[in-house]
T-cell receptor, first 108, second 116 residues
Framework: SQQGEEDPQALSIQEGENATMNCSYKTSINNLQWYRQNSGRGLVHLILIRSNEREKHSGRLRVTLDTSKKSSSLLITASRAADTASYFCATGGFKTIFGAGTRLFVKA | DVKVTQSSRYLVKRTGEKVFLECVQDMDHENMFWYRQDPGLGLRLIYFSYDVKMKEKGDIPEGYSVSREKKERFSLILESASTNQTSMYLC???????????????FGPGTRLTVL
């Protein structure tokens, strides 16, 4: 069964706006990872946040982790058309489980 | 940069055929994974391997087998392909993290398999 659940399933925004995607999970984790997948391609790792971290930044990406609520969020600031993709969270531990993903569409 | 390659981007096979999907990584990763991806279902783990000749079943191993004779290569085998195995197949590799946990995975480009 899928542990990571992304919300929303789909998101459409204008270029320049911020995009926020959420992920919830069920069991304890060692880390949580976010990936991007362009249409018909493999997944690309974006960022990993460890269970003892609360926030992490990488360029225009900001990830937060709340282990008490078993949730994480991915914020993409100043979005671009090239950010159009599906985004997946994955719980990392003794087993990695991927969610079903959020489809982000950024309109130019 | 880690590179994970898959033998084919697109593959068309007939029902009942034996199908081999090959995956090679060049970064000496211990762990390798095979997933299938279907619309609305996300990635589902078929099999993984944490060492040469070692394999573990994932969530949906039925109808599949795997082989890992060398550290860099992980093969997925469909013994007798069926139409419900039409899917995107993704291979990935990773290093083992602290206390045996899994860290980020590096993915190949995927193989889109169609079984007629």
């Amino acid at each position: 069964s899928q542990q990571g659940e992304e919300d929303p399933q789909a998101l459409s925004i204008q270029e320049g706006e911020n995009a926020t995607m959420n992920c919830s999970y069920k069991t304890s984790i060692n880390n949580l990872q976010w990936y991007r997948q362009n249409s018909g391609r493999g997944l690309v790792h974006l960022i990993l946040i460890r269970s003892n971290e609360r926030e992490k930044h990488s360029g225009r990406l900001r990830v937060t982790l709340d282990t008490s609520k078993k949730s994480s969020s991915l914020l993409i600031t100043a979005s671009r058309a090239a950010d159009t993709a599906s985004y997946f969270c994955a719980t990392g531990g003794f087993k990695t489980i991927f969610g079903a993903g959020t489809r982000l569409f950024v309109k130019a | 940069d880690v590179k994970v390659t898959q033998s084919s981007r697109y593959l068309v096979k007939r029902t009942g055929e034996k199908v081999f999907l090959e995956c090679v990584q060049d970064m000496d990763h211990e762990n390798m994974f095979w997933y299938r991806q279907d619309p609305g279902l996300g990635l589902r783990l078929i099999y993984f391997s944490y060492d040469v000749k070692m394999k573990e079943k994932g969530d949906i191993p039925e109808g599949y087998s795997v082989s890992r004779e060398k550290k860099e290569r992980f093969s997925l085998i469909l013994e007798s392909a069926s139409t419900n195995q039409t899917s995107m197949y993704l291979c990935a590799s990773s290093l083992t993290g602290l206390r045996g946990t899994y860290n980020e995975q590096f993915f190949g480009p995927g193989t889109r398999l169609t079984v007629l």
